[in-house]
């Protein structure tokens, strides 16, 4: 009965690699996120898809790549792993844009 | 663009006592959300307490109150009878009532609770 789940929760890779995040909700929110914290704790937004639609796209690099194939799923995909990729990735769902944030767990991603 | 402000990186409480957790934010706008979420060491993200700025009466959920003001843009969290799983970082987050639909969040308080 999990809201919002991410796998993996664990991701440890090497520079120059490229992995996905996979986040599912069962809530039925038509809105969903992405966002990072980094070492110092601070969260930033990186995207927000509203019924499959990209509607925030902040000043990501492009090496990271959002893909929506339905409203319960947002993948994230990140190409060419770098060392300050590493961070904790958050995946949240609110039922509308301006509703409350539900969270999953967050993927600790580890790049040596 | 708005901006959310937390001036307290640590704070330490007595188990049973009461803490206030500051915040402040800016915004041109007059409808908005405010949000304190929770983030213990296991790392979810756990929503306290949410405010909406049209309401005037200040939001509760059990030990947790804020005591919101709208002219000063401060939105404080007041934990009381604090207990020991109440240790974790609290994050402030505002979000706009239209069109930019993401959460700003400040930098967070760690809060630390003394049996």
């Known amino acids: 009965d999990t809201a919002v789940s991410q796998t993996p929760k664990y991701l440890v890779t090497q520079m120059g690699n490229d992995k996905s995040i996979k986040c599912e909700q069962n809530l039925g929110h038509d809105t969903m996120y992405w966002y990072k914290q980094d070492s110092k704790k601070f969260l930033k937004i990186m995207f927000s898809y509203n019924n499959k639609e990209l509607i925030i796209n902040e000043t990501v690099p492009n090496r990271f790549s959002p893909k929506s194939p339905d409203k319960a799923h947002l993948n994230l995909h990140i190409n060419s792993l770098e060392l300050g990729d590493s961070a904790v990735y958050f995946c949240?769902?609110?039922?509308?844009?301006?509703?409350?944030?539900?969270f999953g767990p967050g993927t600790r991603l580890t790049v040596t | 663009a708005q901006t959310v402000t937390q001036s307290q990186p640590e704070m330490s409480v007595q188990e049973a006592e009461t803490v206030t957790l500051s915040c402040t934010y800016d915004t041109s706008e007059s409808d908005y959300y405010l949000f304190w979420y929770k983030q213990p060491p296991s790392r979810q993200m756990i929503l306290v307490i949410r405010q909406e700025a049209y309401k005037q009466q200040n939001a509760t959920e059990n030990r947790f109150s804020v005591n919101f003001q709208k002219a000063a843009k401060s939105f404080s969290l007041k934990i009381s009878d604090s207990q020991l799983g109440d240790a974790a970082m609290y994050f402030c987050?505002?979000?706009?009532?239209?069109?930019?639909?993401?959460?700003?969040f400040g930098t967070g308080t760690r809060l630390t609770i003394i049996p």
């Open positions: 987050a505002y979000k706009s009532r239209f069109g930019n639909e993401k959460l700003t």
């Open positions: 949240a769902s609110s039922p509308t844009p301006v509703g409350t944030g539900f």
